[in-house]
């Protein structure tokens, strides 16, 4: 088989950038190690700032969200028993973050490609990247028990932390970064109202727990955890007395319990690699970059390295020009590290942390009271929520 670029991984950067490409004329073929079952069960984040929501747009995916999706113009911080709204819109002038879960956003661009009729191989298994140092790329892969091979021009290696794409490039050519947090978040997802109508994020000496929302019948929420437990020892009952303890008391007086749908402990990590393009071969996406989830960037960073990167490769083949694709990596880096700041700080802010003692606690409180009671560190942190410009 031919294609003019090979996407592997069905996850919002693969499918978003499959819907850039089809836009420009250009073709592609995405291939995914699982189903769309598997790949729709993940929940993750869903707040999404207005670059992303303008992408999805453009590609004609926006309707759906646009009906179903809530707008918020700030957040609230929990602490030291009392609630204090970041009023987003206020602050930067306009801007404000739209409340739509990741899990949607993937299914709307999934739908959106299969009503298009365009390449999508799910189940490919072993997937190999080959020659992408040269100018004639190949991907093999095995669906079925035959192996199968893509010629093609590019390879937008799209397929998140864990996927092939970044393993396959030889460790002396890429830089990385990290940290790992030393403790979790246990989310539960739940078809109960939402605490608040805006997001709350608490700071509380038993550790952090935010209330967030899919739909005003429908919540997410999360509380700190410790990296040793597991998702079978939390009761819906214990999570959700943990969470009415982390809560300042009207939050905890309003919070309604039911049923947990879904329930689950991810790790925190911050971590980037370095550079995001080899050759032929671009990353994009959780296959570059992960942020902790406090702040909710990595669906957002992810949504504009695909943009950058499908500018690039509709400059190279419509007006032949190799300008994009050689400052791609440049580009996405940029965005990445200061939303890499943003995430790291506001985790840093937001949770308790084993080795800090007494002495980071109040340290945590003398910058939560300087940021609710300044406006200039209020605006920094709204201007940072909403997203920082392209
Ligand atoms: N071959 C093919 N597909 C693969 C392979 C492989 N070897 N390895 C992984 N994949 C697939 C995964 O099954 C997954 O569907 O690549 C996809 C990657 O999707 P995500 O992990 O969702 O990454 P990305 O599309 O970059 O989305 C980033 O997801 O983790 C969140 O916070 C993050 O919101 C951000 C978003
Ligand atoms: C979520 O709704 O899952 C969510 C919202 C905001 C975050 C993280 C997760 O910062």
Same mark, same amino acid.
């Given at each position: 088989m031919k294609t003019q670029v090979a996407i592997i991984g069905a996850g919002p950067s693969g499918l978003l950038l499959g819907a850039l490409l089809a836009k420009a004329g250009i073709d592609a073929v995405i291939l995914e190690a699982k189903s769309p079952d598997y790949v729709l069960g993940r929940i993750r984040a869903g707040v999404l700032e207005q670059v992303c929501v303008d992408l999805l747009d453009s590609v004609g995916v926006g309707a759906r969200m646009h009906r179903e999706g809530l707008v918020h113009g700030g957040f609230e911080l929990a602490f030291g028993g009392a609630r204090h709204r970041i009023d987003m819109k206020g602050l930067t002038g306009g801007k404000q973050v739209m409340v739509y879960g990741q899990t949607e956003v993937t299914r709307d661009l999934m739908d959106d490609r299969a009503a298009k009729g365009l390449a999508t191989i799910y189940e490919a298994a072993n997937v190999s990247l080959h020659d992408? *140092?040269?100018?004639k790329p190949r991907v093999r892969y095995q669906k079925d028990g035959a192996t199968h091979e893509i010629e093609c021009d590019f390879i937008a290696?799209? *397929?998140?932390?864990?996927?092939v794409s970044r393993a396959s =490039?030889?460790?002396?050519a890429i830089q990385t970064f990290e940290r790992v947090y030393p403790f979790g978040w246990l989310g539960v997802l739940s078809d109960t109202p939402p605490v608040s109508h805006e997001l709350i994020y608490s700071n509380h000496e038993r550790g952090f727990a935010l209330c967030s929302m899919r739909s005003p019948t429908r919540s997410r929420h999360y509380v700190q955890c410790s990296? *040793? *437990?597991?998702?079978?020892?939390?009761?819906d009952d214990a999570f959700w007395d943990e969470l009415r303890r982390r809560l300042d008391p009207e939050a905890a007086e309003s919070l309604v319990t039911g049923p947990s749908i879904e329930k689950s402990i991810a790790p925190l990590r911050s971590f980037v690699a370095e550079p995001m393009r080899f050759g032929r071969l671009f990353l994009a996406g959780d296959a570059a970059h992960i942020v902790p989830p406090t702040g909710a960037k990595g669906l957002n960073l992810a949504a504009t390295d695909v943009g950058y990167l499908g500018a690039a490769l509709a400059e190279y083949y419509? =007006?032949?020009?190799?300008a994009g694709i050689d400052s791609y990596s440049q580009r996405c880096l940029r965005r990445i590290w200061r939303a890499e700041r943003f995430s790291w700080w506001f985790t840093s802010l937001m949770h308790k942390f084993p080795d800090t003692g007494a002495f980071g606690q109040k340290m945590q409180a003398a910058e939560l009271d300087y940021l609710v009671n300044s406006v200039a560190a209020s605006t920094t942190m709204a201007e940072n929520y909403v997203g920082l410009p392209l």
């Amino acid at each position: 088989m031919k294609t003019q670029v090979a996407i592997i991984g069905a996850g919002p950067s693969g499918l978003l950038l499959g819907a850039l490409l089809a836009k420009a004329g250009i073709d592609a073929v995405i291939l995914e190690a699982k189903s769309p079952d598997y790949v729709l069960g993940r929940i993750r984040a869903g707040v999404l700032e207005q670059v992303c929501v303008d992408l999805l747009d453009s590609v004609g995916v926006g309707a759906r969200m646009h009906r179903e999706g809530l707008v918020h113009g700030g957040f609230e911080l929990a602490f030291g028993g009392a609630r204090h709204r970041i009023d987003m819109k206020g602050l930067t002038g306009g801007k404000q973050v739209m409340v739509y879960g990741q899990t949607e956003v993937t299914r709307d661009l999934m739908d959106d490609r299969a009503a298009k009729g365009l390449a999508t191989i799910y189940e490919a298994a072993n997937v190999s990247l080959h020659d992408f *140092d040269g100018t004639k790329p190949r991907v093999r892969y095995q669906k079925d028990g035959a192996t199968h091979e893509i010629e093609c021009d590019f390879i937008a290696g799209c *397929d998140g932390y864990h996927g092939v794409s970044r393993a396959s =490039v030889p460790p002396s050519a890429i830089q990385t970064f990290e940290r790992v947090y030393p403790f979790g978040w246990l989310g539960v997802l739940s078809d109960t109202p939402p605490v608040s109508h805006e997001l709350i994020y608490s700071n509380h000496e038993r550790g952090f727990a935010l209330c967030s929302m899919r739909s005003p019948t429908r919540s997410r929420h999360y509380v700190q955890c410790s990296l *040793d *437990d597991k998702v079978e020892q939390w009761s819906d009952d214990a999570f959700w007395d943990e969470l009415r303890r982390r809560l300042d008391p009207e939050a905890a007086e309003s919070l309604v319990t039911g049923p947990s749908i879904e329930k689950s402990i991810a790790p925190l990590r911050s971590f980037v690699a370095e550079p995001m393009r080899f050759g032929r071969l671009f990353l994009a996406g959780d296959a570059a970059h992960i942020v902790p989830p406090t702040g909710a960037k990595g669906l957002n960073l992810a949504a504009t390295d695909v943009g950058y990167l499908g500018a690039a490769l509709a400059e190279y083949y419509n =007006v032949r020009s190799s300008a994009g694709i050689d400052s791609y990596s440049q580009r996405c880096l940029r965005r990445i590290w200061r939303a890499e700041r943003f995430s790291w700080w506001f985790t840093s802010l937001m949770h308790k942390f084993p080795d800090t003692g007494a002495f980071g606690q109040k340290m945590q409180a003398a910058e939560l009271d300087y940021l609710v009671n300044s406006v200039a560190a209020s605006t920094t942190m709204a201007e940072n929520y909403v997203g920082l410009p392209l």
